[in-house]
C-alpha cells in the first residue's frame, strides 16, 4: 500500500484544514488507518484513528472535539478534518496503514503500523 497525505499549509489560530491521505495499490478497506503528528524535536504520537470497521480510536485530548477522522473506501481515502485549530498543533502529520487484526493497544503507537505516507506540514500561526 502506497500512502499519499496532502491538505498541509499554512494557517492562522482558529481556522481550519482538512488532510486527505490516498491509497494506492490496495484497497485499505481492511486495513485501520492512523493519523500521526511530529511536532520538531518530539516523538511521533497518535493523533487518532480509524477501524477498517469505521470506528474512530486514540483520539487524543487535545484535539477530541475539533479533529474528526473519517473514511471513504469507495475512494481509498481517510481525512481528518482539524478545526479550531491551535499554535500547538503545529506538526508534519502523517497517515498510517496497520492490518485489521491488531489490537487496540497496537495501534496507539506507530508500531501498530505498517505502511505510511510521506507526510504534510501543518503550520498553526498565533
Known amino acids: 500500500v502506497q500512502l499519499q497525505a496532502s491538505g498541509g499549509g499554512l494557517v492562522q489560530a482558529g481556522g481550519s484544514l482538512r488532510l486527505s491521505c490516498a491509497a494506492s495499490?490496495?484497497?485499505?478497506?481492511?486495513?485501520?488507518m492512523g493519523w500521526f503528528r511530529q511536532a520538531s524535536g518530539k516523538e511521533r504520537e497518535l493523533v487518532g484513528g480509524i477501524r477498517w470497521s469505521a470506528n474512530t480510536y486514540g483520539m487524543d485530548s487535545s484535539v477530541k472535539g475539533r479533529f474528526t477522522i473519517s473514511r471513504d473506501n469507495a475512494k481509498n481515502t481517510v481525512d481528518l478534518q482539524m478545526n479550531r485549530l491551535k499554535p500547538e498543533d503545529t506538526a508534519v502529520y502523517y497517515c498510517?496503514?496497520?492490518?485489521?487484526?491488531?489490537?487496540?493497544?497496537?495501534?496507539?503507537?506507530?508500531?501498530?503500523?505498517?505502511?505510511w505516507g510521506q507526510g504534510t506540514q501543518v503550520t498553526v500561526s498565533s
Open positions: 495499490g490496495r484497497t485499505i478497506s481492511t486495513y485501520n
Open positions: 498510517a496503514a496497520g492490518s485489521k487484526s491488531k489490537i487496540l493497544s497496537t495501534l496507539l503507537g506507530p508500531n501498530g503500523y505498517h505502511y
